[in-house]
């Protein structure tokens, strides 16, 4: 036989008064910034009243929380008082703050339960069989292949070094020596060409032409020697000033 002071409760899953409260705001099918609070009063205490059966007297949060909403109803029916605090909407506006808390958690809470878990869902794979690889590089090279890949690194390395090759030229300084010598020993103009070298050939006498060209035009600037030329690109006369 049961005792009678056992307490004995099926409220469908709700785990206190104000789980309950959500579930019977939700029974209004509007949001919950948008639900009477009036309506959810009267909902809970109608609760209360036909749970009796089940000595839910017992349960003092339920009790507790139908004093409160009792209370909550009265003032918002009746005018207010100023000099009565708390005011009765602000008391409103909590209770409804409380609710979309507790729907967010929940929603949140189902969202959690509802991903796959590891073991019925979804099952990790287990550890790897078979035999271990051991992997070892074994080199083969002959002498021509060490010499060669010494020489590629070395010339990575080595520093670059530009060598001029010994051209044959007539310097400068060779060329005013050799023209101021022979303007002293002719009188009457002369062909430049005839100032160069008897034995210059090809690039050298290219290099004693352009050389003479210019100790000609220096010894111009210095007075020592005239010049005379026709025509553009004709022959260039020099000779010893009068």
């Given at each position: 036989m049961t005792d009678p002071e056992t307490l004995t409760l099926d409220l469908d899953g709700w785990e206190g008064?104000?789980?309950?409260?959500?579930?019977?705001?939700?029974?209004?099918?509007?949001?919950?910034?948008?639900?009477?609070?009036?309506?959810?009063?009267?909902?809970?205490?109608?609760?209360?009243?036909?749970?009796?059966?089940?000595?839910?007297?017992?349960?003092?949060?339920?009790?507790?929380?139908?004093?409160?909403?009792?209370?909550?109803?009265?003032?918002?029916?009746?005018?207010?008082?100023?000099?009565?605090?708390?005011?009765?909407?602000?008391?409103?506006?909590?209770?409804?703050?409380?609710?979309?808390?507790?729907?967010?958690?929940?929603?949140?809470?189902?969202?959690?339960?509802?991903?796959?878990?590891?073991?019925?869902?979804?099952?990790?794979?287990g550890a790897p069989e078979g035999l271990r690889t051991v992997r070892k590089a074994l080199w083969q090279a002959e002498i021509f292949d060490l010499i060669s890949a010494y020489g590629r690194i070395t010339a990575r390395t080595r520093p670059v070094m530009h060598i001029v090759a010994n051209r044959p030229v007539m310097t400068l300084d060779a060329a005013l020596e050799r023209v101021s010598r022979l303007l002293g020993e002719r009188i009457d103009w002369s062909v430049i060409e005839t100032f160069l070298p008897e034995s210059a050939t090809g690039i050298f006498r290219k290099s004693a032409l352009a050389s003479s060209f210019v100790a000609t035009l220096e010894l111009a600037r210095q007075g020592r020697v005239e010049l005379r030329q026709k025509s553009p690109f004709a022959p260039l006369y020099i000779r010893a000033p009068a």
């Open positions: 008064p104000l789980d309950l409260l959500l579930a019977l705001a939700r029974h209004q099918k509007v949001d919950l910034r948008e639900i009477s609070i009036l309506a959810l009063v009267e909902q809970y205490l109608r609760f209360i009243e036909e749970a009796k059966a089940i000595k839910l007297e017992l349960a003092a949060d339920y009790l507790v929380m139908a004093a409160w909403l009792a209370y909550l109803k009265s003032a918002l029916l009746l005018p207010r008082d100023p000099q009565v605090e708390p005011d009765p909407e602000e008391l409103a506006l909590r209770l409804q703050l409380r609710l979309e808390r507790l729907n967010a958690m929940r929603e949140g809470g189902a969202r959690l339960m509802a991903r796959d878990r590891t073991g019925r869902d979804v099952f990790l794979r």
